[in-house]
């Protein structure tokens, strides 16, 4: 089942699939592309981990994290998944964060000079984090990134599980048919209707003299020329 529902500044598209054993463990492991993380294991060998269809787009030396009085230093990496920082003096010390919790991306004054700052989405704690990134025109370029793939995930998500859509219906366009018409050609009945003629009948000024009928054996009014009793018994059954 696909759905869709609007988040924050954009849709969240959602795929379930059947209850297999292999569920759970694909939502275990697929956590990283919808959670904020504090503290995981992201870096080895000075390197992201990168997730299932994760690509990094830059990476970022000299990055301060303003969470302290003092700052630490350390590295910045921007993908099309997630932001991670590090410390450079211990990896274990980082930050990930998904664009699907990112509320805003802003530059700001702060007591150490200009700064970036995200915030996060009230769902994963409504954190504000803020980033030293110098010169200057390297912060303005680091969050000129950020934006634009932002807006480039919130329009294709990446969930990191895979799945096959079902065969899609054929559009309506496919499947209108013209409707074609059909060659009858109605002919005329040939028959005649001998009650109809027999009512029909516009010279009549009076009513004709009654003869009495054998048949019947009762007077009735003449019959005009070529009708018969039985012909018109015929026509009413």
Not at 13 to 40: C, I, N, W
Not at 109 to 125: H, M, P
Not at 183 to 206: C, L
Request: net charge negative; charged share 25%; with cysteine.
């Amino acid at each position: 089942m696909f759905c869709r529902h609007p988040c924050d500044q954009f849709e969240n598209d959602l795929a379930f699939t059947g209850f297999a054993t292999s569920q759970p463990v694909a939502y275990e492991t697929s956590k990283m592309y919808r959670d904020l993380k504090l503290r995981g294991a992201l870096i080895q060998n000075k390197q992201l981990r990168l997730l299932p269809q994760e690509q990094v787009y830059d990476k970022i030396n000299g990055v301060w994290n303003l969470s302290s009085d003092q700052g630490n230093l350390g590295t910045f990496f921007i993908t099309n998944v997630q932001i991670v920082w590090h410390a450079n003096m211990n990896d274990s010390f980082n930050v990930s964060i998904p664009y699907l919790q990112i509320r805003s991306i802003k530059i700001r004054d702060s007591k150490f000079g200009l700064s970036l700052v995200i915030e996060s989405s009230q769902q994963s704690g409504g954190y504000v984090l803020g980033f030293k990134i110098d010169p200057l025109e390297k912060l303005q370029d680091a969050v000129k990134e950020i934006n634009s793939l932002h807006r480039v995930y919130s329009t294709s998500l990446i969930f990191g599980v895979d799945y096959e859509m079902e065969e899609k219906p054929q559009p309506l366009e496919e499947l209108t048919v013209e409707q074609a018409q059909d060659d009858v050609e109605i002919e005329p009945d040939e028959q005649t209707d001998a009650f109809v003629a027999y009512f029909a009948d516009g010279s009549k000024q009076q009513d004709r003299e009654p003869v009495f009928s054998e048949e019947l054996e009762l007077a009735i009014e003449k019959l005009k020329d070529g009708f018969t009793l039985q012909g018109l018994w015929e026509v009413v059954g």
